[in-house]
């Protein structure tokens, strides 16, 4: 019987089934709500039904709140309200999981008397990711079912658990057989009804508490051990908080209301709508502008990767841990098997962590194969180039790749500023012609610059998208332009930051200014790691910049013990004065007087010039929405994640600041900061980026 559009409600002897669809995750949106709360009714008004399972359609168990309620007013019943129905219901209730029940949904399933789950379903409370904690009981909850430690983890990390796991401790009462769950949850119904199995409330259950009583230090050790990765984020602190709830000296519900009044605190927060714009802008960023939904994918069955260096090898690592064979082409055996060493290290080096197991070393190994002859890429359905960052030498090798290459074969560059068009230009076939620009490390970073050219094939780039979903990345596709979004946003705060210091300020004020906004390292020590040569010509190089003078003295940065910085051998920083003397000789030859800068000068003419250069992108086409140079900054540059990117950063601070800043720091600082037109015309309609 249909109980409403998303609900429906059977009966089968004595279990009544209530059945929700509300695609795509069902989400716990308002009719959801309803609809088991009516179900539920349905369910304890009818005599012969002795037990209800609650189950649902598609994809996934409930997947959460519905995000886009958020900021809405709240319909009834409220999530909070159904719980208190669901746990005080007179008949056991059995939450039915598959997919992945998550946030919302699992604390729905936290207060049905028992849950059983398909051994493929996970289960997880992710809110942390949203900047939010769990606010419908599962920061109370959890830690009864998993106990403390387990469940700072957990909440703290947003991680999921497999239905196994969840099994192990606790949370979930029975697993049921793959494609079976409706049958065995009725089946697991009727049992508890036969064995007259209590009405099991988590709330009343004390024993993995007690396991942690008298033992504060579990909180300090836990907060100290990861403060590096909670640093910046209000989230993880304010669920921390709530754990510790769980055991002073607070009933179970005053624990909840200190849960609502923290995750109310939360939710109003900006870091969390910054988080809730990126979760949603790393999804838009995969719909593609442009391109018909049917474009056909193309397979990718094997790929060739051509330069065993710290890129290539990474990059072919990426498509060996989705389980894609590459050949991996270098000029030299040396070259190769250096290359082939390094990756092999990196993997016992993450199975040695516990991140990987040690048998999948060699299955990985097993998938890449080392050549010197270009010829033995003639059956990869992609090639992917990372040779060195030289339009002469990107041209000789694609000349070559378009003699060898298979028909069909995508042929990729990585390269990360050169024009994509004039590399396609060496091949006869420029229309299979794409640049995936990796980021390094490229088997750890998640971002995917899909660069098209003026040429590219809609199946070409539809194909490459959905590729970095294969890869685990996230995919934005940009267009061709000098170092196309990322990293001409990056050459904005580059050319800023190289000012800053010829005007008065050290390297350290800067990066300081940058790593307290809650980049991971600061500008100068990002260039330093990165290496002052990658990019730098030694034939060329004629002392016009101080990088180039430093790069002039050997100092190519940490690998070589000194760039911007002085490096000990365990890689410490510290400030060096000959960098300093070369800063202040090369200002004084430029006739810069040098001043003292304050943090906020700083802080304004970076940030300012980098959201003026992504609406410039947006000007230009290369970047096609606002939300993805955020997606692009954040997952590829350190952008702090509860910044939500520049472009929503700027849209925070209001157009109207935003104008005005970039007008007086033109008057100040010159051209870098002539508003572009976007931002005018923006401002003059009283609009945001978010609108763009
Ligand atoms: C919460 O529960 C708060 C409570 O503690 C307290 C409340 C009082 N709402 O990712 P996909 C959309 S907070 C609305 O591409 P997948 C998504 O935007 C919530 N919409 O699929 C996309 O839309 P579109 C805690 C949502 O298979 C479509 O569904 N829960 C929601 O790769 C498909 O998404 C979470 O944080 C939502 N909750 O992955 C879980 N979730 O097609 C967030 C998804 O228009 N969700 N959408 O682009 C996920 O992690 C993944 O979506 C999931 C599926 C793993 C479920």
């Not at 994918?297 to 890129?311: F, Q, Y």
């Not at 498509?319 to 290290?345: E, H, K, M, Q, Y």
């Not at 008065?504 to 906004?517: H, I, N, R």
């Amino acid at each position: 019987m249909k109980v409403n559009d998303v609900t429906t409600y059977e009966v089968e002897g004595p279990v009544a089934v209530v059945t929700l669809n509300s695609p795509p995750v069902n989400a716990l949106s308002a009719a959801v709500r309803q609809g088991i709360a009516d179900g539920l009714k349905m369910a304890l008004e009818d005599d012969d039904v002795r037990a209800m399972v609650l189950i649902c359609e598609g994809r996934t168990f409930f997947a959460g709140a519905d995000i886009t309620e958020f900021g809405k007013p709240t319909v009834d019943p409220s999530l909070r309200d159904l719980q208190l129905m669901v746990e005080n219901a007179a008949k056991p209730v059995i939450a039915t999981i598959h997919g992945t029940a998550l946030g919302g949904g699992l604390e729905l399933a936290l207060v049905a008397h028992y849950r059983i789950a398909v051994p493929s379903a996970k289960c997880g409370l992710p809110e942390v990711n949203l900047g939010l904690l769990p606010g419908a009981g599962g920061t109370q909850r959890l830690p009864r079912i998993v106990g403390i430690p387990k469940a700072l983890d957990l909440i703290t990390s947003g991680a999921p658990v497999s239905a196994k796991a969840a099994k192990d401790m606790g949370l979930v009462d029975e697993l049921a057989a793959e494609g079976h769950l409706r049958a065995d949850a009725i089946a697991f119904a009727n049992r508890v009804i036969d064995e007259n199995r209590p009405l099991l409330k988590v709330r009343d259950r004390a024993e993995k508490l007690d396991e942690a009583r008298g033992k504060p230090e579990i909180f300090a050790d836990f907060r100290k051990a990861n403060a590096r990765r909670f640093r910046g984020f209000k989230a993880p602190e304010a669920i921390i908080r709530c754990i510790e709830a769980t055991l002073e000296d607070k009933s179970f519900d005053e624990g909840m209301a200190f849960e609502r009044a923290l995750f109310i605190e939360l939710q109003a927060d900006s870091q969390s709508a910054a988080q809730r714009h990126i979760f949603f802008a790393e999804r838009q960023a995969g719909k593609i502008v442009g391109i018909p939904a049917d474009t056909p994918i193309l397979p990718i069955r094997k790929v060739g990767v051509i330069g065993a260096g710290t890129m290539g090898g990474g990059i072919a690592m990426s498509f060996a841990n989705a389980g894609i064979p590459v050949t991996l082409v270098d000029t030299s055996d040396d070259a190769l098997s250096r290359g082939l060493r390094i990756i092999r290290g990196n993997y016992e080096a993450t199975a040695k962590k516990g991140r990987m197991k040690a048998e999948d070393v060699d299955a990985r190994m097993a998938l890449l194969t080392g050549s010197v002859r270009m010829e033995d890429l003639s059956d990869c359905d992609l090639i992917i180039e990372a040779v060195f960052e030289q339009m002469e030498i990107k041209q000789e090798v694609f000349a070559k790749l378009d003699r060898i290459a298979k028909p069909g074969a995508i042929l990729a560059t990585n390269t990360s500023y050169l024009d994509l068009d004039e590399i396609a230009s060496a091949t006869s076939r420029p229309t299979s012609v794409v640049g995936l620009h990796f980021f390094s490390p490229a088997h750890v970073m998640k971002l995917l610059e899909v660069v098209r050219g003026k040429e590219t094939r809609a199946d070409i780039i539809a194909t490459s998208m959905k590729l970095a979903k294969t890869l685990g990345k996230i995919g934005v596709l940009v267009g061709n332009a000098f170092g196309f979004v990322g990293n001409r946003i990056l050459a904005a705060r580059d050319a800023q930051a190289n000012r800053l210091i010829l005007e008065g300020a050290t390297p350290e004020a800067v990066d300081k200014v940058l790593y307290d906004f809650g980049f991971p390292m600061g500008h100068f020590q990002m260039r330093d790691l990165v290496g002052l040569d990658v990019g730098w010509n030694r034939e060329k190089s004629s002392s016009s910049t101080v990088r180039e003078i430093l790069n002039e003295m050997g100092r190519h940065g940490q690998k070589v013990g000194g760039g911007f910085y002085d490096y000990d051998e365990s890689r410490n920083r510290k400030p060096s004065p000959v960098v300093q003397k070369v800063i202040e000789d090369f200002a004084a030859k430029q006739g810069i007087v040098r001043r003292e800068l304050g943090d906020a000068e700083i802080r304004d003419r970076i940030l300012y010039a980098m959201v003026n250069e992504g609406a410039k992108l947006l000007d230009e086409g290369i970047a096609s929405r606002a939300s993805d140079i955020d997606v692009i900054l954040i997952t590829g540059y350190g952008w702090p994640k509860y910044e939500g990117g520049p472009m929503f950063w700027a849209d925070l601070q209001g157009m109207p600041q935003v104008i005005e800043k970039l007008n007086s720091l033109q008057a100040e600082y010159g051209d870098a900061f002539v508003p572009s037109p976007l931002i005018k015309r923006l401002a003059s309609e009283g609009k945001g980026f978010r609108d763009a």
